[in-house]
């Protein structure tokens, strides 16, 4: 079946442009997380989805950071007032059920972001 | 939170040669170790997991072992293969969120 896909896979901008990043989880799965993923390090936790809402937005890294997820489906993470430093591949994830005790995260392509 | 230590950060192996990666996590309540494989320019694929109940669990040439009292567990690949090259990231998590580790780049010469 269909994995998770995102787009753009690709997106250069300007500093200070806002930038909409989409994610189209595997149907049926209920989780969606967001990472991001600078040059040659980890993945870093943005913010978790169960349906609609976000009970943990800890990851983001300044309220120029938002996202939000429609219809347990679709999510987009906007990032406004964009800067150098949110140069990255931004991945979405998804899981079948409510995360942890072995549900396995399933990741997009991602998006790779470059501000100029 | 979660803190992840991952060793070494990078592996060169001889093709045919073992190759071994070593992560620490300090929550002693995390339940659930997978194992990503990331190949240049893709998306972090799921090579194998490992949950609190199990110490080893092995799928051909992986296999992971997990020791809870000391909080760390392990990736073994044998026989290793040019097509093995590829940063593997560990992660740990006891709910729903996963915590990376920073990953180890493995190069196989052949």
């Known amino acids: 079946g269909a994995g998770v896909s995102q787009s753009p896979s690709n997106k250069v901008t300007e500093k200070g442009k806002d930038v909409e990043l989409r994610c189209d989880p595997i149907?049926?799965?209920?989780?969606l997380y967001w990472y991001r993923q600078r040059l040659g390090q980890g993945l870093e936790f943005l913010i978790y989805f169960q349906g609609n809402s976000a009970p943990d937005k800890s990851g983001l890294p300044s309220d120029r950071f938002s996202a939000e997820r429609t219809g347990e489906s679709v999510s987009t993470l906007t990032i406004q007032r964009t800067q150098q430093e949110d140069s990255a591949v931004y991945l979405c994830a998804s899981s079948s059920a409510r995360g942890g005790g072995g549900k396995t995260q399933y990741f997009g392509p991602g998006t790779r972001l470059l501000v100029l | 939170g979660e803190n992840v230590e991952q060793h070494p950060s990078t592996l060169s192996v001889q093709e045919g040669d073992s190759a071994v990666i070593k992560c620490t996590y300090s929550?002693?309540?995390?339940?659930?170790f997978p194992w990503y494989k990331q190949e240049l320019g893709k998306r972090p694929q799921l090579i194998i997991d490992?949950?609190?109940?199990?110490g080893e669990k092995k799928d051909q040439r992986i296999a992971v072992t997990l020791n809870k009292t000391a909080k760390h567990f392990s990736l073994h690949i044998t026989e290793t293969q040019p097509e093995d090259s590829a940063v593997y990231f560990c992660a740990v998590a006891n709910d729903y969120k996963l915590s990376f580790g920073a990953g180890t780049t493995v190069t196989v010469r052949a």
């Open positions: 929550d002693s309540a995390s339940n659930y």
């Open positions: 490992i949950r609190s109940n199990v």
């Open positions: 149907s049926g799965h209920t989780a």
